[in-house]
Nanobody
Framework: QVQLVESGGGLVQAGDSLRLSCAASGRTFSSGAMGWFRQAPGKGRELVASIRWSDSMSYYADSVKGRFTISRDNARNTVYLQMNSLKSEDTAVYYC????????????????????WGQGTQVTVSS
Protein backbone atom coordinates (compact mmCIF):
# COMPACT_ATOMS: atom_id res chain seq x y z
CA GLN A 1 0.00 0.00 0.00
CA VAL A 2 1.43 3.34 -1.04
CA GLN A 3 1.43 6.18 1.42
CA LEU A 4 2.51 9.77 0.91
CA VAL A 5 3.25 11.73 4.04
CA GLU A 6 3.83 15.48 3.95
CA SER A 7 5.65 17.48 6.56
CA GLY A 8 7.20 20.90 6.99
CA GLY A 9 4.21 23.21 7.01
CA GLY A 10 3.75 25.94 9.56
CA LEU A 11 3.11 29.59 10.30
CA VAL A 12 5.63 32.06 8.90
CA GLN A 13 5.82 35.72 8.04
CA ALA A 14 5.81 37.14 4.55
CA GLY A 15 9.26 36.89 3.01
CA ASP A 16 10.22 33.81 5.01
CA SER A 17 11.01 30.36 3.66
CA LEU A 18 9.70 26.86 4.29
CA ARG A 19 10.61 23.47 2.95
CA LEU A 20 7.92 20.86 2.54
CA SER A 21 8.73 17.17 2.32
CA CYS A 22 6.72 14.31 0.89
CA ALA A 23 7.94 10.85 1.81
CA ALA A 24 6.60 7.91 -0.15
CA SER A 25 6.39 4.44 1.31
CA GLY A 26 5.11 1.13 0.04
CA ARG A 27 6.60 1.53 -3.41
CA THR A 28 9.83 2.86 -4.85
CA PHE A 29 9.50 5.49 -7.49
CA SER A 30 11.47 4.82 -10.65
CA SER A 31 9.09 6.41 -13.10
CA GLY A 32 6.07 8.63 -12.95
CA ALA A 33 5.72 12.03 -11.38
CA MET A 34 5.14 13.77 -8.10
CA GLY A 35 3.26 17.00 -7.75
CA TRP A 36 2.59 19.58 -5.10
CA PHE A 37 -0.91 21.03 -5.06
CA ARG A 38 -2.42 23.61 -2.79
CA GLN A 39 -5.92 24.52 -1.79
CA ALA A 40 -6.86 27.79 -0.16
CA PRO A 41 -10.19 28.22 1.65
CA GLY A 42 -13.04 28.48 -0.81
CA LYS A 43 -10.85 27.69 -3.81
CA GLY A 44 -10.09 24.66 -5.93
CA ARG A 45 -6.97 22.56 -5.71
CA GLU A 46 -4.25 23.94 -7.94
CA LEU A 47 -0.97 22.47 -9.12
CA VAL A 48 1.98 24.40 -7.79
CA ALA A 49 4.89 22.32 -9.05
CA SER A 50 5.61 18.84 -10.30
CA ILE A 51 8.63 16.75 -11.14
CA ARG A 52 9.21 13.75 -13.34
CA TRP A 53 10.90 11.07 -11.36
CA SER A 54 13.15 9.71 -14.12
CA ASP A 55 14.95 12.90 -15.09
CA SER A 56 13.73 15.64 -12.72
CA MET A 57 12.03 17.59 -15.48
CA SER A 58 9.85 20.03 -13.60
CA TYR A 59 6.89 22.33 -13.97
CA TYR A 60 5.94 25.42 -12.00
CA ALA A 61 2.81 27.48 -11.86
CA ASP A 62 3.39 31.07 -12.91
CA SER A 63 2.51 32.29 -9.44
CA VAL A 64 5.48 30.51 -7.86
CA LYS A 65 8.14 30.61 -10.59
CA GLY A 66 11.40 31.96 -9.26
CA ARG A 67 10.32 31.46 -5.64
CA PHE A 68 9.60 27.73 -5.29
CA THR A 69 11.84 24.81 -6.20
CA ILE A 70 10.81 21.18 -6.43
CA SER A 71 13.39 18.45 -6.06
CA ARG A 72 13.60 14.74 -5.39
CA ASP A 73 15.81 12.38 -3.44
CA ASN A 74 15.78 8.93 -4.95
CA ALA A 75 17.52 7.30 -2.02
CA ARG A 76 14.93 8.61 0.39
CA ASN A 77 11.97 8.26 -1.99
CA THR A 78 11.14 11.82 -1.04
CA VAL A 79 10.15 14.96 -2.90
CA TYR A 80 10.72 18.44 -1.54
CA LEU A 81 9.22 21.83 -2.17
CA GLN A 82 11.48 24.69 -1.17
CA MET A 83 9.38 27.82 -0.82
CA ASN A 84 11.15 31.17 -0.61
CA SER A 85 9.87 34.73 -0.46
CA LEU A 86 6.53 33.52 0.80
CA LYS A 87 3.50 35.75 0.34
CA SER A 88 0.17 35.83 2.12
CA GLU A 89 -1.47 34.46 -1.01
CA ASP A 90 0.61 31.29 -0.62
CA THR A 91 -1.47 30.42 2.43
CA ALA A 92 -3.16 27.08 1.79
CA VAL A 93 -3.15 23.40 2.58
CA TYR A 94 -0.41 21.82 0.50
CA TYR A 95 -0.81 18.28 -0.79
CA CYS A 96 1.62 16.02 -2.53
CA UNK A 97 0.36 13.66 -5.18
CA UNK A 98 1.97 10.81 -7.06
CA UNK A 99 1.47 9.02 -10.31
CA UNK A 100 3.32 5.81 -11.07
CA UNK A 101 4.37 4.41 -14.38
CA UNK A 102 5.88 5.86 -17.55
CA UNK A 103 4.72 9.34 -18.39
CA UNK A 104 5.50 11.83 -21.08
CA UNK A 105 4.09 15.04 -19.67
CA UNK A 106 4.95 16.82 -16.49
CA UNK A 107 2.75 19.55 -15.16
CA UNK A 108 -0.55 17.74 -15.43
CA UNK A 109 -3.04 19.79 -13.44
CA UNK A 110 -5.86 17.26 -13.47
CA UNK A 111 -6.15 15.89 -9.96
CA UNK A 112 -7.63 12.59 -11.15
CA UNK A 113 -4.42 11.89 -13.11
CA UNK A 114 -2.59 11.24 -9.87
CA UNK A 115 -2.91 7.86 -8.20
CA UNK A 116 -2.04 8.74 -4.62
CA TRP A 117 -2.40 11.71 -2.30
CA GLY A 118 -1.00 12.77 0.99
CA GLN A 119 -3.07 14.10 3.85
CA GLY A 120 -1.95 17.70 3.41
CA THR A 121 0.05 20.15 5.48
CA GLN A 122 -1.02 23.67 6.36
CA VAL A 123 1.09 26.63 5.31
CA THR A 124 0.07 29.99 6.73
CA VAL A 125 1.88 33.17 5.74
CA SER A 126 1.13 36.25 7.77
CA SER A 127 1.63 39.68 6.24
Amino acid sequence: QVQLVESGGGLVQAGDSLRLSCAASGRTFSSGAMGWFRQAPGKGRELVASIRWSDSMSYYADSVKGRFTISRDNARNTVYLQMNSLKSEDTAVYYCAGRFGPISNVGVRLTSWYNYWGQGTQVTVSS
